[in-house]
């Protein structure tokens, strides 16, 4: 289906069940309950789940593929969080257009950057992309923030091009020549899709279970399904194979008469958009973007994400971006009064003793479980979590896999 | 006139003459090795004709023109292709795999831009791949994971993968070393069948004579850096100059 | 010209402290052939070396002075530290005065323990894997240490003062003999460039002058030959590490009093210390000194009022363009030597 072989197909249309589902999936817990805390099913964690899925997926295409580390991805990410305010500044709310000239903005900034720093390999790549990006961050923190509009004027470019530090924000006053500058009721138009608005949202009620369905999130959840399939069709290509080759063997590459060179800079390019693209998509859920998201730091983030979930695999980035934002939003939620509510029943000196113990590792803490868990994966489980799932899945099916591996014909199916 | 023409080549590294006036021609559909101790200057005159290196002075034609200032995947275009004295192929990929991956190069050149189109749609690609496995015998291991084969193995598939492309010259570097006895004569065998199938040139550097003498058509014997003669086997075999090169001038005078 | 000058100091402490962070990247990439991300922590750790002595030293117990009454007319209870009772209450408070420079004599042990345990339980797996894996490792080592260094000092940066003598300024500029008052510079930060100065030469006479050094050095040109010699580099290189921690701690004890010790500033440095070596020239101890100073002294142009007038936000940027324009032009860095990693 779609270009795809049986097993991309049913991946596909699982990545497709699960993220439709989600809101129902991620509220396994009745509200009110003790449980409830651990419920992810509302828009604002769903829509990063997706978007940051989306970042991950992309970082994956360039780091997964070729192996080439880039330490400072988050430079894309930003650039398209402020083209995306941009469009909505001065053209309209409609999220369409702002994602469009975020996925070309951070594709050319993405040129720009991957022509040079592709020149080198190995760690003096991770270095320079780093350096980019501290670059580029440092530039809109100060210099892309000065007032370009001149002394005593109060236009557009008051705050320069990103904002500074407070990050670029909407106003009342933005010209916004194909929409409206301000709602009736003067406040300022929200981002919306042909109407639809993001925030818009409705609640569902079964028993003491409340799902909320936000506009936001399947719109979010809809872009990061196209760009999952890309990614699919991509790692199938004759492209995603050279990309392998480029990680095996670029000696080898280079005399069988390929040049690396454009297929390196075309995944740098393609997942620098997919960045881009993810930033568009947190401006348009949240019309916001600060320096910030261009930090080092940023940049770490989704390569943690992608070493999480499996890097190389096509769903491991989805998963790890998952799995860490519900660390930040979840884990970091958890204080020592619900700690000690859960070990209630153990007596009151080892209650405190277990609490102590786990203290350490929740709340604000969160992080140190992050950087615990991302150690043992890069040592023990190179292929992250999908590795984990398939080593369990064998551990459980060794049985059943032995008999399938003795079945004649397997063997000889083409792989496809 | 050769299919290769060296002419005058000089490479210097800092002080050390590693080239001196390197004059070479290898004529078309033939089998030329290059022979010579070791630091004659062999490997550094290969890098030179693959566009790994460039000379200080002076010119290296293929099939009259120059490949002097083209990067190896140009050269590789032009029809030359190299194994290497370690076999490099791509490890982390199925065999199958890296056999396509010269049958695109062939078909595509250097670079294309085929990233929605799926792999497994280019039968034409995967059918030519298929016969050139079968061609030395390995396509039963089409699925293997290129990387866990034995040497002798991998050395077979790197030809195979280098003739895809039909290269109209084949350069190899020392293609049996470290192999064992069974392998090396594998190998012989192969590069002879290939030599009489093929409409293809073939220059092969090489320490063992064996091989040497198995092999070539003609040899030339390198010595520090410059081409001591050039001649037939019969003719290299009882050379004194070589003997002298090989043994030590002590050697010549007991 | 007393501008230039004033500029040149200014950025010799920074300076200072990406030489020290940077010659313990150089040693342990240079022999153990490892991209340690986690160097920044150690320089952290070093940093709270000195914030843990000097809370160690002030451990006080609680007196009632019947002398003094607080507000509500009870007898005052005051904090006495315990050192007062040991040395006098004037040693005592000397002693506490000088935390910071004393905290060197706890932290090189310290340090080297860190070092040599990190080496030994986990660097030691990765000599063999990928840049990009020990990348990735050293990074998550760097996020756990910082986070619990957070943990258990907070998230709030701890002033450590300079000892009472070194703090202030004095006049540079008249001592050497130009208009007073045109060169003010603060104690502190010359303390801190002798004391860099010192180490640096310990390391490099270390290595120039000692059995241990030349074997390091011979290990740096060329492992594998050494290993070959049937020399244990394996034990030597577990004190480089330990050796290479203890600069990294140093240089963070010594610069407390600049910048009081937060958790991240590991990871700031880290960054800066990384553009350092690569443009000083991967595995070239002098290139990672010698760029350390300068980019530092660059930095510190960079910032002056008139560059910023001309080029704003030039001193944020001018490192890491430096670093892009050496990598392009030469990749091996200022002083790197031909072939070390210079693809």
């Known amino acids: 289906m779609l270009g795809l072989d049986k097993k991309d197909t049913s991946l596909l249309l699982l990545v497709v069940v699960l993220t439709m589902a989600a809101p129902f999936l991620l509220n396994p817990f009745p509200e009110g309950s003790g449980m409830a805390q651990f419920n992810a099913g509302y828009p604002d964690l769903m829509q990063r789940f997706v978007i940051f899925g989306i970042f991950a997926i992309g970082f994956n295409i360039l780091f997964g593929l070729t192996g080439y580390l880039s330490f400072g991805h988050a430079a894309f990410l930003g650039v398209g969080s402020y083209a ?45 992309t ?26 557009l470019l008051q705050k320069g091009l ?80 050279m990309l392998r080759a480029i990680k095996s063997n670029q000696q080898r590459l280079n005399y069988t008469g390929l040049n690396p060179k454009p297929y390196m800079l075309a995944a740098f390019v393609i997942s620098g958009m997919y960045a881009g693209l993810a930033g568009g998509l947190m401006a348009a859920m949240d019309p916001l973007a600060g320096p910030e998201r261009m930090f080092w730091t940023a940049s770490g983030e ?23 934002k519900y660390m930040e939003n979840i884990l970091s939620k958890i204080n020592s009064d619900i700690l000690h509510s859960w070990f209630a029943f153990l007596p009151d000196g080892l209650e405190d003793f277990v609490v102590a113990l786990i203290y350490p590792f929740i709340g604000k803490g969160w992080h140190l479980t992050l950087g615990i868990i991302f150690m043992l994966v ?20 060794r049985g059943k896999s032995a008999e399938d591996a003795n079945k004649p014909g397997k063997a000889t199916t083409p792989a496809e | 006139m050769g299919i290769l023409e060296v002419k005058g080549v000089n490479k210097r590294f800092g002080g050390l003459q590693a080239l001196g006036d390197v004059n070479l021609s290898v004529a078309e559909n033939s089998v030329h090795a290059i022979i010579g101790p070791n630091g004659a200057g062999k490997s550094t005159l290969l890098n030179c004709l693959v566009g790994k290196l460039i000379p200080d002075t002076g010119s290296v034609m293929f099939e009259g023109q ?13 029809g030359i292709s190299r194994v290497f004295q370690t076999p490099e192929i791509f490890t982390d990929l199925s065999v199958l795999e890296n056999m396509m991956i010269p049958c695109f190069a062939k078909r595509d050149g250097a670079f294309r831009m085929h990233a929605i189109e799926s792999v497994a749609a280019e039968k034409e690609i995967i059918d030519k791949a298929m016969h050139m496995l079968d061609d030395v015998n390995m396509a039963d291991k089409k699925d293997m994971h290129a990387g866990a084969m034995s040497r002798g193995d991998k050395r077979r598939l790197e030809i195979a993968m280098c003739l895809a492309q039909e290269p109209r010259l084949l350069l190899l570097d020392e293609p049996t070393a470290g192999m064992a006895r069974a392998d090396t004569n594998n190998t012989i065998d192969l590069l002879k069948r290939i030599k009489d199938e093929r409409d293809i040139t073939i220059a092969i550097i090489e320490h063992d004579m064996h091989v040497v003498f198995s092999l070539a058509e003609r040899i030339t014997v390198l010595a520090q850096g410059s081409p001591l003669v050039e001649d037939t086997p019969e003719n290299i075999k009882g050379h004194p100059k070589v003997r002298e090169a090989y043994l030590g001038e002590t050697a010549v005078a007991a | 010209m007393d501008a230039i000058i004033l500029q040149i100091l200014n950025g010799l402490d920074k300076g200072s402290a990406y030489a020290l962070i940077a010659l313990g990247l150089t040693l342990i990439f240079g022999t153990l052939g490892v991209v340690n991300f986690a160097h920044g922590a150690l320089f952290m750790i070093g940093a709270f070396c000195a914030v843990t002595l000097s809370r160690l030293l002030s451990i006080s117990h609680e007196v009632i002075d019947e002398t003094r009454t607080d507000f509500l007319g009870n007898p005052l209870k005051v904090d006495v530290p315990y050192l007062y009772d040991i040395f006098g209450e004037t040693t005592g408070a000397a002693i506490i005065d000088w935390a910071v420079p004393l905290s060197i004599l706890f932290t090189i042990p310290v340090m080297i323990l860190v070092g040599v345990v990190m080496e030994r339980g986990l660097i030691k797996h990765f000599y063999k894997r990928p840049h990009a894996d020990q990348i990735l490792v050293t990074f998550g080592l760097a996020i756990v240490l910082q986070e619990v260094i957070k943990y258990y000092y907070g998230a709030n940066p701890i002033p450590t003062p300079a000892p009472e003598a070194f703090t202030g300024s004095f006049d ?65 290189f577990t004190i480089m590490f330990g050796l290479a921690a203890a600069v990294a ?87 790197g030597r031909k072939g070390v990693m210079e693809d």
């Open chain 1, 84 to 128: 995306a305010m941009w469009m909505f500044k001065l053209f309209g709310m409609n999220v369409l257009p702002a994602l469009f000239l975020a996925v070309v903005l951070s594709g050319l900034f993405a040129m720009l950057i991957g022509y040079i720093s592709l020149r080198r390999s190995g760690i003096y790549f991770s270095i320079l």
């Open chain 1, 378 to 397: 890069v040592i023990f489980l190179p292929g992250g979590l999908v590795e984990g799932g398939q080593r369990i899945k064998r551990l459980f099916g």
């Open chain 1, 162 to 241: 990103t904002g500074g530090e407070t990050g670029l924000q909407l106003t009342l006053t933005d010209p916004r020549i194909f929409g409206e500058a301000s709602t009736e009721d003067g406040n300022i138009p929200v981002p919306n899709l042909f109407g639809i608005e993001m925030r818009a949202a409705t609640d569902l009620e079964i028993g003491n279970w409340v799902f909320t369905f936000s506009a936001g999130y399947y719109f979010a959840a809809v872009v990061m399904l196209i760009s999952f399939y890309l990614s699919i069709r991509i790692f199938r290509s004759p492209f995603g194979m």
């Open chain 3, 172 to 236: 540079f500029g008249a001592l050497i003999g130009f208009e007073p008052n045109t060169i003010i510079y603060p104690y502190w930060r010359l303390v801190y460039f002798a004391f860099a100065a010192v180490i640096i030469a310990a390391v490099f006479a270390f290595l120039q002058f000692t059995t241990f050094g030349m074997v390091v050095r011979a290990g740096m040109a060329d492992r594998e030959t050494v290993g070959l010699l049937g020399i244990d580099i394996d034990r030597r």
């Open chain 1, 302 to 324: 989704v390569v943690l994400m992608t070493i999480l979930g499996g890097v190389g695999t096509l769903i491991g980035p989805v998963l790890g971006a998952g799995a860490i």
């Open chain 1, 130 to 155: 780093l350096a980019f990006a501290m670059m580029s961050y440092a530039l809109a923190y100060s210099v892309l923030a000065t007032d370009m509009d001149g002394p005593d004027q109060q236009g």
């Open chain 3, 249 to 335: 701690g140093l240089a963070g004890v010594m610069y407390t009093p600049i910048v009081s010790p937060n958790y991240h500033m590991g990871m700031d440095f880290l960054v800066l210390s990384f553009v350092v070596v690569v443009v000083g020239g991967m595995g070239s101890l002098s290139g990672a000194v010698l760029a350390g100073f300068l980019l530092g002294i660059l930095e510190s142009f960079a910032s002056m009022a008139w560059v910023l007038d001309t080029i704003p936000g030039l001193n944020q940027i001018v490192i890491y363009l430096v670093a892009i324009i050496i990598l392009l032009v030469r990749p091996r860095g200022l002083l």
């Open chain 2, 66 to 78: 120059s490949v002097l200032g083209r990067s190896p995947h140009e050269i590789n275009q032009m």
